[in-house]
């Protein structure tokens, strides 16, 4: 029994989480990465032995820097839009905007906020949890075209652009000129003269600035602020502040809009420019300028020492070090450390533990409508399952320690059920996504607590419960059932006979290439993207160009290495039974189609495995057919053929022998899959051969024995 309530108590614990992700790098660099840190530390630490009052020096620097900031006042937006409307800016209580959902060019942000006296504005490009690598950035580097402020008046119906002076930054990229894209490729179509075409020949080409923080008011939309400080330190925060030309004299409720634009990520390069988490403030002071030091150690100064993190110090000492003339050789040796970082290969996703400070509150929907939040709800867990013990935290390490703890009847239970399922075919419960009170209740409960028991004991060791079970006289059982056995338990229920099931849909594919030989058993690494039907490609919301079927022996690695497009199910997959990427599956139904035998006749992947499967058997199996026949068939189905399933066979391979002699099939063509393409053949074997084996392979890889668990 599970209460409304309950439900969004369990769901409390996970939903205090970033959704993260981080740079995956090989063991070379990993252990190079790790040389480079030991390193920076080991040169900040000739810091302190160099200068032995360094606390004291900061101390005094940091005060300096304090009494130097200038006040800032947070924008609290009214209204937050992005130009295509699939970004969804969500400020929080500290004033910062996150983007969530899709990326946009241009995000728009409205206010109503006091604008008397008002003297300049602050952007903030801030990190976030939720971002890749910490942000500021959605794709890593990131970079800002335009800003505007405008304002609308009480009684006015039009927004006045305001002048922006004096943008300074904490950081800018040196400035960098790159040429832009032809922009004569527009559709003109004024006709011109041989004289005018020769004169935009020699034109120069025109160019856009990236770098300095000037871009971002220059009126110039190709130019842009850039402030990436390289690998790994890219991913800090930066601020820029821009200067009204006169300070502001707006009456109560004149609304503010601030409009931000990304760099074209065209004459940028890269995969995208966007900005991930922002912030805007106003002040009133004379003249406000960006402080010239890293904004990390801006927000860190503005931080109360007791509430200062590692981070907040790191970023408080390397600010320090950059500012005294005597360090400059240590500090330009730690930047070509920083420099000299290795290139991660690719990236991963995963959740990272939210700060106290950043904690985000669970809320009950009434039937889940997201958008009307009702009241609080506090992490706790089920009252009819063993209480939460009362030391332990309320986040998702006590939560995972109170779901294994020995008391707990129902995790080890799901878990042996999931291992029993995968072995038989069905679990001992029926639903291992409902163990609740509405679940059929299982014939053979006292098997399963019995076995959940042992799985604890055992260290939830699943190679132990899966040597156990496999090793029982349960499962050893022949799969061969009577017409009466058939009538009385259909499901087998009763586990009067061992299991008998097609294999999941991955694994189809395996048995296949695994029989044929082309399968590839490297282990680990990036996922392969397979093969699929041209119209597959066509009809996704946006073509995805990156889709590139594997050539070589990656085309042929297990099909747990297959990349999948959550929003493109694979149909060789599909076709099999396998669930879409989009929800959690517990239990795959089983279906019988004529589209799965299609599939496994047709699809490149199955007539590949044919083709590699009758040139092994011309190999290895042996001088005649009736070897050889024995050969293959023993390779798909684990057994040898029965004198009527060789006669068979032989059948069909004179059979298909007369359809080439007659010239009714092109045997290159159907060995390779082209009519000029020539097999390559083991000696003594023909054209023809590779053909006739060819169509042979074809069945034996679609018999019902050899996708078939028995």
């Given at each position: ?8 108590g ?9 959704e ?22 080991d ?60 990326r ?41 075209s335009?800003l505007e ?26 400035e ?28 120069p ?19 842009s ?66 402080p ?67 904690r985000?509150?669970?809320?009950l ?10 009241e609080e ?41 999931r ?32 076995l ?16 156990q ?15 009466e ?15 008998r ?82 929800v ?42 009736a070897?050889r026949?024995?050969?293959?068939f ?26 080439f002699?007659?010239?009714w ?15 390559a ?5 023909t ?24």
């Amino acid at each position: 029994p599970l209460s409304h309530t309950e439900y969004f108590g369990i769901f409390a614990f996970f939903n205090d989480t970033h959704e993260a992700q981080s740079h995956v790098y090989t063991r070379a660099d990993l252990q190079k990465l790790a040389d480079i840190r030991t390193r920076i530390a080991d040169a900040e630490a000739r810091i302190r032995i160099e200068r032995p009052q360094w606390e004291a020096e900061i101390s005094a620097w940091e005060r300096q820097v304090a009494a130097g900031l200038v006040p800032w006042t947070t924008v609290t937006m009214a209204e937050m839009s992005s130009s295509g409307l699939l970004c969804h800016p969500t400020q929080r209580a500290d004033g910062s905007i996150l983007m969530i959902g899709h990326r946009d060019n241009t995000i728009i942000f409205e206010a109503e906020p006091d604008l008397m006296g008002a003297t300049g504005l602050r952007l903030e490009a801030l990190t976030d949890g939720d971002l890749p690598m910490g942000g500021p950035g959605r794709d890593g580097s990131w970079g800002l075209s335009t800003l505007e402020v405008q304002v609308k008046k009480p009684d006015g119906d039009k927004w006045e652009k305001l002048k922006l002076t004096n943008a300074t930054a904490d950081f800018s990229q040196p400035e960098q000129l790159v040429p832009l894209p032809d922009a004569a490729k527009k559709d003109d179509t004024r006709k011109t003269d041989a004289k005018h075409e020769a004169a935009k020949k020699d034109d120069p080409p025109k160019m856009a600035s990236i770098g300095p923080v000037a871009n971002l008011i220059d009126g110039d939309g190709n130019s842009s602020w850039r402030a990436d400080r390289g690998p790994l330190v890219r991913n800090q925060p930066s601020s820029a502040v821009v200067q009204f030309e006169q300070p502001l004299d707006f009456p109560e409720g004149t609304k503010l809009k601030v409009t931000i634009t990304m760099a074209d990520k065209k004459p940028h390069g890269g995969d995208g420019t966007m900005l991930g988490c922002c912030r805007v403030s106003l002040s009133t002071s004379p003249a406000p300028a960006a402080p010239a030091i890293d904004h990390a150690a801006v927000l860190a100064i503005a931080t109360p020492a007791e509430q200062r993190t590692a981070g907040d110090q790191a970023a408080i000492f390397a600010a320090w070090r950059k500012t005294v003339p005597e360090l400059e050789p240590i500090n330009e040796e730690i930047a070509g450390l920083w420099r000299s970082v290795p290139t991660p290969q690719t990236s991963i996703l995963h959740l990272a533990a939210r700060s106290s400070a950043e904690r985000r509150p669970t809320h009950l929907l009434d039937r889940g409508v997201w958008n009307a939040p009702k009241e609080e709800i506090e992490p706790h867990v089920p009252a009819a399952l063993h209480p939460f013990p009362a030391d332990a935290a309320k986040n998702r390490l006590g939560f995972a320690k109170w779901l294994v703890d020995p008391r707990s009847p129902l995790t080890a239970r799901v878990a042996v059920n999931r291992i029993w399922q995968g072995l038989f075919g069905q679990g001992l419960v029926e639903t291992p996504d409902d163990f609740g009170t509405r679940a059929p209740v299982p014939d053979h409960i006292d098997l399963l607590d019995w076995l959940a028991v042992d799985f604890m004991e055992r260290g939830w060791s699943q190679k132990q419960a899966i040597r156990q079970i496999v090793m029982s006289d349960t499962y050893r059982q022949a799969s061969q059932a009577s017409p009466e056995a058939l009538t009385r338990d259909p499901q087998n229920r009763l586990l009067a006979r061992g299991p008998r099931f097609r294999v999941d849909a991955e694994i189809v594919r395996d048995v296949a290439l695994a029989a044929s030989g082309l399968l590839t058993h490297k282990l680990g690494g990036p996922g392969v993207i397979p093969p699929v039907p041209q119209n597959v490609l066509d009809y996704n919301y946006t073509y995805p160009s990156y889709w590139k079927a594997a050539t070589g022996p990656d085309r042929y690695r297990r099909a747990v290495y297959v990349f999948r497009k959550r929003s493109m199910p694979d149909p060789v997959l599909a076709n099999f039974d396998a669930p879409n990427g989009d929800v959690s599956c517990a239990r795959r139904v089983r279906s019988n189609t004529p589209l799965a035998a299609l599939t496994g006749l047709n699809e490149p992947v199955f007539v590949e495995a044919a083709q590699a499967l009758a040139l092994r058997t011309l190999k290895e199996g042996g001088a005649d057919d009736a070897s050889r026949i024995e050969h293959a068939f023993l390779l798909c189905t684990s057994r040898r053929p029965s004198d009527d399933e060789t006669r068979e066979m032989l059948a069909f391979l004179d059979e298909q022998r007369r359809q080439f002699a007659d010239g009714w099939l092109n045997p290159r063509e159907v060995a390779t899959g082209s009519a000029e393409k020539l097999p390559a053949l083991p000696p003594g074997t023909t054209p023809q051969d590779a053909g006739v084996w060819t169509l042979l392979a074809r069945v034996l890889l679609n018999l019902d024995e050899t996708v078939t668990k028995n």
